[in-house]
């Protein structure tokens, strides 16, 4: 079990790359788009199109290591009235599992969202990209945010000693 | 009122979508329900790609899109973005109403909504920071064009094209990034380009037309009652409201040109006859091959454009 | 209207049982959203025309073109940090204050007001200066409570002073431009550094153990300094300069929008870390990471308080709001104060962003309604928001101190705070009485364009 958690948190390191690329990538985008079009009168089309899917890739291929690892922005005013009473971890777990079981609903959505697009063939102005891709992708890191977030307050309720400090 | 029917829309409350075309939907609506029926206005429930999907879902009754934002999903709408047709935007809605209703349904490109109108805004112009005298001084301008056909046009002209929505228009020109924009006359006033893009050159039938539908969820429809139903089927959806709402993008535009009269360092250049032919000819191409894109849709394009051109020619 | 305002008691509860505030949103604003189509929380048709609601704002969200700045904003202010250029900002107002007495806090509230001319976040304008400026009055016998309080003020002014994070999301939320946002935060900011300035003179002359003289530079050591500060300058012009076309002549004609501005910024400050070697393969992966789980949390919040904002305008609560004070003849200057008070009071608890989301969609029409100027509200937003960020119990900027100096307590850092809030509440004062401070710059940018 330990050595499945340890193998999951070497995993993540890929998606934080994927999502690392975009960024650069839509750092260095808007830079030569300038540019270009300033000097050379040739900006780059897509750039509009790319930015969007730029940003997306980045958003969604972290949405799982945002998710569990306590990333979201939330309010810490109550933290010393769950700590006196050492609700803390059940707190933590509770919130965990049910705002993971909460995204299944999304999850589905976009999935029959993704498909619909598909079946209307709805593509990006410029590059031609099926929209239904990014769709799809956007599903799938939703959905792995959610799985995740429902095994990560399993673990916290149940076993909270495989979570290591690294975890949070 | 017995029903009211949540409209989503998107454009700034001050656009004319929202200031008038919506209020003169209910209008009609409640003329021709004795009252039964109103309307509740919502903006910025979801941006305008969504509108379609929020609307077969029932997250609204009715809403409106521009068919420009979805490529792919519309083909058989960009004939009636073509240049090249003269008419006012009532005539050109009344007529793109029954070339959809004859023709252009049969692509059935709408499917999970219901249609209540087709219409289009008026001949879209060139607005830019420097004055252009004649066609030729179109080429190499970065301008800020649409998708679809608007954007072949800019690129056949030898324009370079800049993608921004259309909020971010009036940014775009006052830091320099654009030249101009290819837009109705009509936008003028509601994205300042008095200000920004001071002069006016207007091509006679427009560089193209944009294309917008109103739909509505199709349950929301069925659980009205049969008179009410049938009321708004002969008096309102259709041509009716198409018509009307034709004419409030024109006075748009009357309204606009009076704005330009009227403002300082604003100049109108009207195409030359040279000018005019040399854009026919231009934009030969770009309609041979919406044409022939339509074709494949299995509609017939060929009639469906004769249709057009017929009901929006000069005489 | 009843719905709305249940459904924002619910989110506070959520909230205050520490859901993250996505979810919390999210969760309200889905049945909010079902119910007010259907009549009813359970109704398949009302939860099926929700779930397309939040199936599409999630989808349409991250693909938003106007929110592609955040993520860059925040990576220019991490490379930025990578740079050096704190350090030096801070030199340069300390050659020229720090012989005064109290002199070295208000260098360090003069660095904070250049640093945010250059980052988009006050808490990493307080996290960045307070690494460099404590050390400094440390050494000099500042007291904990001056030192401490100018770092958590000063950084405050990081969202004011553009480029700002919090005006550009104000600014997508309400349809308002961005680059008059930004113009319009500079002479409120400027304001806040002068007020901040005098707050530190009446701590010293109160108690002058506080803020002892530090030395004295000549003007040759002063021009020294400034000239380190060239690549602080070089962003800022970049980045606000190309935004009001400052470098549309001839033989460049370069140009761009707000949106370009961040990735420009972004770029320039990538490039002026590598070129002093301030970064490696490994920092950068770092800085790309940090910001892509900041963008990504901001992007998930943000799609939370779309989802909840459908339900309230939906529910009707903004016309609800807008009934009651035509109805009683309210006048604006009397909402006004309930406004701000409301933000007030709010920001004893909320940080800076939570309170934006929350209010702003219910705030805004109400606002717009009663003829004020919508860039105008923002930034009187920003700078209630501001004041949020150093109100107790919970003030952001003040547990950036706590976290990054240790041996202090936040009652310190608090009490210390007390006079740099108060001088907060007089500019705010002057903002509301004086809106010409905000909008005289970006009524008369539409000149500078062209
Ligand atoms: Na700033
Ligand atoms: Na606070």
Known sequence: ?168 | ?315 | MTAALIGFALVLVLVLMRMPIVFAMGLVGTFGFAFERSGSLFDAWGLNAAMSMVGRQIIDTAQSYGLSVVPLFILMGLFVNKSGMARELYAVSNAFLGHMRGGIAMATVAACGGFSAISGSSLATAATMSKVAMPEMRRYGYSEGLSTASIAAGGTLGILIPPSVILVIYGLMTETSIGKLFMAGIIPGALGILFYILAVRFTVWRNPDAGPAGPRFNWRERLGALRSVWAVLLLFVLVIGGLYGVFDVYPIYLTFSPTEAAGMGAMGAFLIALSRGGLTLSSTFEVLKDTALTAAALFSVLIGAQIFSNFVNLAGLPEALIGIVTYYDVPPYAVMMMILLIYIVLGCVFESLSMLLLTVPIFFPLVTELGYDPIWFGIVVVVVTEISLITPPVGLNVFILKGVVGNVTTGTIFRGVTPFWIADLFRLALIVLVPWLVLVLPENMGAMGH
């Open chain 2, 1 to 315: 009122a017995d029903y009211t029917l949540t409209i989503s829309s998107w454009a700034p409350p001050t656009h004319n979508i929202n200031a008038k075309m919506w209020p003169k939907f209910t209008e009609m609506v409640e003329e021709a329900t004795d009252g039964r029926v109103t309307t509740d206005l919502k903006l910025g429930l979801a941006p305008p790609p969504a509108q379609m999907d929020l609307i077969q879902d029932g997250a609204a009754d009715l809403s409106i899109i521009f068919h420009g934002y979805q490529a792919g999903r519309f083909v058989t709408t960009k004939l009636i973005e073509l240049p090249g047709y003269t008419g006012s935007a009532e005539e050109a809605s009344v007529a793109y109403w029954r070339a959809y209703d004859k023709y252009l349904s049969n692509a059935d490109e709408h499917r999970g909504v219901k249609v209540v109108a087709m219409h289009t805004h008026g001949p879209a112009q060139l607005h830019t920071a420097d004055k252009v005298e004649s066609i030729d001084d179109i080429s190499g301008l970065k301008l800020r064009v649409p998708g679809g056909v608007g954007g072949d046009v800019g690129e056949a002209l030898g324009a370079t094209g800049i993608k921004v929505p259309a909020p971010k228009v009036y940014e775009t020109l006052a830091s320099g990034a654009a030249d101009g924009v290819v837009m109705p006359v009509d936008s003028r006033q509601g994205f300042k380009l008095t200000e920004v893009a001071p002069h006016l050159y207007e091509m006679p039938g427009g560089f193209y037309r944009g294309s917008f539908a109103f739909i509505m969820n199709e349950g929301s429809f069925q659980r009205l009652p049969e008179d009410i139903r049938t009321a708004l089927e002969e008096e309102v959806f259709g041509e009716p409201i198409s018509r009307e709402i034709g004419k409030i993008w024109d006075a748009g535009d009357q309204q606009s040109l009076e704005l330009t009269k009227e403002a300082a360092g604003n100049t109108m250049t009207v195409a030359s006859e040279a000018d005019q032919a040399k854009f026919e000819e231009i934009s030969s191409g770009i309609i041979d091959e919406v044409i022939t894109q339509v074709g494949e849709t299995g509609v017939d394009a060929e009639a469906a454009y004769e249709m057009l051109s017929s009901e929006l020619s000069a005489d």
């Open chain 1, 1 to 168: 079990m330990r050595s499945l958690l340890h193998a999951v948190r070497k995993l993540d390191r890929i998606p934080i790359l994927v999502a690392c690329a975009a960024l650069f990538a839509l750092m260095a985008m808007t830079f030569f788009d300038v540019i270009l079009r300033s000097t050379f009168n040739a900006p780059i089309e897509a750039a509009t199109e790319l930015t969007r899917i730029f940003v997306a890739v980045m958003v969604f291929a972290v949405l799982p290591h945002v998710s569990v690892g306590n990333h979201h922005i939330s309010v810490d005013l109550t933290d010393g009235l769950f700590r006196r009473y050492r609700l803390e971890r059940v707190r933590d777990g509770v919130i965990l599992i049910a705002s993971g079981v909460m995204l299944i609903w999304p999850v589905q959505r976009i999935v029959v969202l993704a498909e619909r697009t598909r079946s209307y063939g709805d593509v990006t102005e410029y590059l031609a990209i099926p929209q239904f891709y990014i769709m799809w992708f956007i599903a799938i890191g939703t959905g792995i945010a959610a799985a995740s977030m429902v095994i990560a307050g399993v673990l916290k309720l149940a076993a909270p000693h495989l979570l290591g400090d690294d975890a949070q």
